[in-house]
Nanobody
Framework: QVQLVESGGGLAHPGGSLRLSCVVS??????????MAWYRQAPGKERELVAE???????KYAEFAKGRFTISRDNAKNTLFLLLNNLNPEDTAVYYC??????????WGQGTQVTVSS
């Protein structure tokens, strides 16, 4: 069974940085994922796309993430990363990892909490 496990969340001060990781296990390596992505959901709001890393084509970022966040993938470690720089309180949310495999399915992690506060 495919599992995604996020880590790296926590408390950051405004202007600070965090690096989120998402490890994929269960027999389907990330190299075969059509798209891997990070989403986030703040309290009382809908889940929204933060950044995505397709197997072909360019990485895409939400407007709020451009210039501050960087998505990357290490297929040798079956791990997806999200580097969060210059954080602000509006970035407070649960961040989720998603992996989509053609003809297999879409999988989610359990999320990791990011809190930005002074």
């Amino acid at each position: 069974q495919v599992q995604l496990v996020e880590s790296g969340g926590g408390l950051a001060h405004p202007g600070g940085s965090l690096r989120l990781s998402c490890v994929v296990s269960g027999g389907i390596d990330t190299v075969y994922a059509d798209t891997m992505a990070w989403y986030r959901q703040a309290p009382g709001k809908e889940r929204e796309l933060v950044a995505e890393d397709p197997s072909t084509g360019s990485r895409k970022y939400a407007e709020f993430a451009k210039g501050r966040f960087t998505i990357s993938r290490d297929n040798a470690k079956n791990t997806l990363f999200l580097l969060l720089n210059n954080l602000n309180p509006e970035d407070t949310a649960v961040y989720y990892c998603n992996a989509q495999y053609y003809r297999v399915g879409s999988y989610w992690g359990q999320g990791t909490q990011v809190t930005v506060s002074s």
